[in-house]
């Protein structure tokens, strides 16, 4: 069966320091997200992604972040000088119509210290 | 008003027997509905869509009752393995196609 695959697992960082969220979504589909969740707290929503360019974005996701899809398969998430508070499960999710269900990855999860 | 509520709970169910929670929404735009499950520290996963006209799923019965812009779910003959975190997914296409969440209703399957 199908599946959005995320690297790595768990990363941990130091302060400041630039970190690459890797997600692999389901081959034929065509609206990507990332969403975070911090520990106990609800599932937020960070940026949808259609057609090779961002299609929303929550207040969260600032000039901190950024995303791309390099290469037609991959999807990334990235975070520029990482702080404490970006410490938090990240979740990739795919899904092949905009009214489809979403496929989420395992998650990554990364720790800032 | 929060875009996707849901009761946090926890629903404490004895096992055998029937749970059913909602969740409110505030954009009457909203296209398309989901409830998915999460266990601890994993990733959430699809349990059902909800189509208009309601749907049922072996144990599992979702409904949408767009006027006044909630959606339920309903869980019989609880297993214990129904324990984990529900949550209420929303889809709105005006907004990107984003999908909103609620915080999550917690039910606890108990022998």
């Known amino acids: 069966e199908p599946e959005v695959t995320q690297t790595p697992s768990h990363q941990v960082t130091q302060m400041g320091q630039e970190v690459i969220l890797r997600c692999v979504p389901i081959?034929?589909?065509?609206?990507f997200y990332w969403y975070r969740q911090i520990l106990g707290q609800k599932v937020e929503f960070l940026v949808s992604?259609?057609?090779?360019?961002?299609?929303?974005k929550s207040e969260i996701f600032d000039d901190q972040f950024s995303v791309e899809r390099p290469d037609g398969s991959n999807f990334t998430l990235k975070i520029r000088s990482t702080k404490l508070e970006d410490s938090a499960m990240y979740f990739c999710?795919?899904?092949?119509?905009?009214?489809?269900?979403?496929?989420f990855g395992q998650g990554t999860r990364l720790t800032v210290v | 008003r929060k875009e996707v509520e849901q009761d946090p709970g926890p629903f404490n169910v004895p096992e055998g027997a029937t749970v059913a929670f909602n969740c409110t929404y505030s954009?009457?735009?909203?296209?398309?509905f989901f409830w998915y499950r999460q266990d601890c520290r994993k990733e959430p996963k699809l349990l059902m869509s909800?189509?208009?006209s309601g749907n049922e799923d072996g144990r599992f019965t979702a409904q949408l009752n767009r006027a006044s812009q909630y959606i339920s779910l309903l869980i019989r003959d609880s297993k214990l393995s129904d324990s984990a975190t529900y949550l209420c997914?929303?889809?709105?296409?005006?907004?990107?196609?984003?999908?909103?969440f609620g915080g999550g209703t917690r039910v606890l399957v108990k022998p």
């Open positions: 999710a795919s899904r092949g119509g905009q009214y489809t269900e979403a496929f």
């Open positions: 081959s034929n589909h065509l609206y």
């Open positions: 992604f259609y057609n090779n360019e961002i299609s929303e």
């Open positions: 954009n009457s735009a909203s296209q398309s």
């Open positions: 909800v189509y208009s």
């Open positions: 997914v929303v889809n709105s296409r005006a907004a990107g196609n984003k999908l909103t």
